[in-house]
């Protein structure tokens, strides 16, 4: 009697597609009822297969939060990194891609919400997540933008950290006051960036 052939194993890219199919499931269920909404048996339902298989791909409901975390940080890099293809200039890449980087999570403040006021995550998991290389990399861009346009003669740490948390702060009060007439988003970013570029113009 011939065997019966088992189910061929599945390629990486075959998982992480499926990983994907579920990430996005995720994020539809988030978009319309908040983050507390996902859970794995709920995903299953939605996917259309068992909680054990949302298991095998994710080891739980904060593991798929760092993944769609990281889904969103990539998009946005991605993004400013399309604009900058075209310039040379050291001022103005620093200035595009910060532009870039306040638009984005303005345009999209649903992934604004996931990345900086997901509730009920731990600290641990905020702080496994931040740590890692890969999320390092999404924010480090900036300080070899800075380093680039200061040429070493800044604390390129302060500066960078300086405009990163100004532009976050700038998204976060568009995104979560929006009944309070605040200023051009694009002139507050040129406001921030014054601070960097200015002494250069100076010295020059």
């Known amino acids: 009697m011939a065997k019966t052939a088992g189910r061929p194993p599945r390629s990486e890219r075959d998982i992480s597609a499926y990983r994907s199919k579920i990430a996005k499931q995720a994020l539809v ?16 339902k939605e996917v259309g297969c068992a909680p054990m298989t949302i298991y ?8 798929i939060l760092r993944y769609l975390w990281a889904d969103v940080l990539a998009g946005m890099s991605d993004e400013i990194q399309e604009k900058l293809k075209p310039i040379v200039a ?4 620093l200035q595009m891609a910060a532009q870039t980087f306040v638009s984005y999570w303005i345009d999209h403040p649903d992934h604004f919400r996931l990345v900086f ?8 998991d905020v702080s496994t997540f931040v740590q890692e290389d890969k999320t390092l990399m999404h924010f480090k ?3 070899d933008l800075v380093r680039a346009v200061t040429q070493g003669d800044h604390d390129v740490k302060t ?24 200023a051009d988003a694009a002139m507050m970013t040129d406001q921030l960036l014054k601070n960097i570029v200015s002494p250069i113009d100076d010295a020059t």
């Open 56 to 63: 095998a791909h994710f080891e739980g409901k904060q593991d």
């Open 117 to 124: 006021m997901s509730n009920n995550v731990s600290r641990s």
């Open 90 to 93: 050291p001022v103005e890449r």
């Open 141 to 143: 861009m900036f300080s």
């Open 29 to 44: 269920i988030y978009r319309a009822e908040g983050f507390e909404a996902v859970s794995m048996r709920r995903l299953a």
């Open 159 to 182: 500066s960078s950290d300086t405009l990163i948390s100004g532009m976050i702060g700038i998204a976060l009060c568009i995104n979560t006051v929006r009944d309070y007439p605040w």
